[in-house]
């Protein structure tokens, strides 16, 4: 058997790939799904529409190659996204709560005023975010009858997108997760890797509701019943999306980076073995684990707008009919003319952590075009990354060189050069920009002993494009002097 097969589960769509043993892409099918907003600052996913996605994925890419010569299948997802379903029945009991909802931002506060945060960053690496999965649980479980209904007879289960999917995959066989997904949902001891009972206890959940832990790359289970796929497919690698792309973008040794460009923009840094504790509010998280026990862990900035902020002018501002627009609606103009946009539609994430921060287009005048505009969108994108970068520097004393990135917005070449100016280092842009897919085939490949070193990826990654900045040091600073007061009048 020569082909991996991968599920890259995202936010806005499903795709689904199959690589050969060489790291030929031979087939792949991407599908979107529907958005629901139910109510201001609620997102939600229907998990059926999700599950159909995949399916629609496997259908097309098992034309194309024989899956009975599929050896292994690898998931990543998007991670602090949050499912509850039958585990008998393996119906969906209410529509996911996704990562950008912000429904439990009160009760966020709440804690924060506890004095609760301390505990939650010691054990967790995080901050207290409605971001993250334990109160979007917690509201779950207080207000959801047919949740409640399942938890009184013991059926309820919990987990993350993956742990989902693994479930349909194996027709309930397994319910199972691993530790870079475990580790988002504010729930689990990121040193004793193992779900902390003071945070259940906190958040009412009890741990039986819950999958368990494995070893990133490993056995989860084995196909049962999928249409399209033979029985007994071992899924054998599992990462959440960010640390998939980390891997996938060949970020194997300590103080190597990358920023996925998403519809949020994700920093990532290997730590190693090490443990880092930040100091300017970023996380601590697993990057993954081996079957020896070894751990990797990762320093992590989000901001949580990158291209869903140019879905927004597609869609809400309807300035663009597709978001493959943008880069030249924005070159039409050689700068903003100090518009500036700060995309906060869903609040701040690192380093402000701000649930409550609002977008905020400012520096209008009569002469501001669509371009303009359009412009400011590309650069507060860009300038989101900066803060981050500079907070990753001072936590861990190392200033970068470079930052590999990927994901379907780093293949605009406006925005990568903007991004290579306000943090004047040189990008690196891969040929294989769909690196966290590459993620989870190394990671199923890894696990089912195709390949038997991490290593073997460095062979794969090549480089396609390098961005070197253009911009000095004076037009900077005052750049981002700019943008440090946009920031505060979106906190207002």
């Not at 917690?138 to 009184?152: F, G, H, M, S, T």
């Amino acid at each position: 058997m020569k082909f991996i097969l991968a599920i890259d589960q995202g936010t806005t769509g499903t795709k689904v790939l199959v690589m050969d043993h060489a790291l030929n892409p031979v087939a792949e099918k991407s599908t979107p799904f529907e958005q629901h907003f139910p109510q201001p600052g609620w997102v939600e996913h229907d998990l059926d529409q999700i599950w159909q996605s995949v399916a629609a994925g496997i259908s097309a890419v098992v034309q194309k190659v024989n899956p009975k010569e599929i050896a292994a299948i690898g998931i990543t997802n998007q991670r602090e996204t949050v499912c509850f379903w039958d585990r008998k029945t393996l119906k969906p009991l209410h529509r996911a709560l996704v990562w950008q909802d912000r429904r439990t931002s009160a009760r966020c506060q709440e804690l924060l005023k506890q004095g609760f945060e301390s505990q939650v960053q010691q054990k967790t690496g995080l901050l207290i975010d409605p971001y993250f999965s334990s109160t979007k649980i917690e509201w779950a479980l207080k207000n959801v009858p047919a949740i409640q209904a399942a938890a009184k007879s013991g059926t309820l289960a919990i987990g993350t997108i993956d742990s989902f999917l693994v479930a349909r995959l194996t027709a309930g066989d397994a319910h199972v997760t691993e530790a870079s997904n475990a580790s988002r949902t504010m729930l689990f001891d990121i040193e004793k890797r193992a779900w902390d009972a003071d945070l259940l206890r906190t958040f009412g959940v009890s741990e039986s509701m819950l999958p368990k832990v494995l070893p990133s790359f490993g056995e989860f289970g084995r196909t049962r019943g999928v249409t399209g796929l033979p029985d007994g497919i071992v899924i054998s690698g599992i990462l959440g999306d960010q640390q998939s792309a980390l891997m996938g973008q060949a970020c194997l040794k300590e103080g190597q980076a990358k920023c996925t460009y998403g519809t949020g923009a994700f920093l990532l840094m290997n730590t190693g073995r090490t443990l880092k504790r930040s100091h300017h509010r970023l996380l601590s998280t697993i990057a993954w684990t081996e079957a020896n026990g070894q751990t990797t862990y990762a320093l992590e900035g989000s901001a949580f707008m990158a291209g869903a902020t140019v879905q927004w002018l597609r869609d809400g501002l309807k300035m663009i009919s597709s978001s493959s627009e943008v880069e030249a609606l924005a070159r039409e103009v050689d700068s903003t003319d100090g518009v500036m946009l700060v995309p906060a539609f869903t609040g701040l994430g690192a380093p402000y952590w701000n649930p409550n921060a609002r977008a905020v287009i400012s520096g209008l005048t009569r002469g501001s075009t669509r371009a303009h505009i359009a412009r400011a969108a590309l650069e507060g994108i860009a300038l989101q990354n900066v803060d981050l970068l500079l907070a990753m520097e001072k936590d861990s004393g190392a200033e970068f060189s470079a930052l590999n990135v990927d994901g379907g917005a780093c293949k605009n070449d406006l925005l990568m050069q903007m991004q290579s100016d306000f943090l004047g280092r040189a990008l690196k842009r891969p040929v294989f920009t769909e690196t966290t897919s590459l993620g989870a085939v190394f990671a199923a490949g890894i696990g089912a002993g195709i390949w038997t070193s991490l290593n073997e990826i460095e062979k794969v990654w090549k480089l396609e494009r390098e961005f070197r900045s253009q911009m000095n040091a004076d037009a900077r600073a005052a750049k981002l002097n700019d943008w440090a007061r946009a920031v505060k009048a979106a906190q207002i």
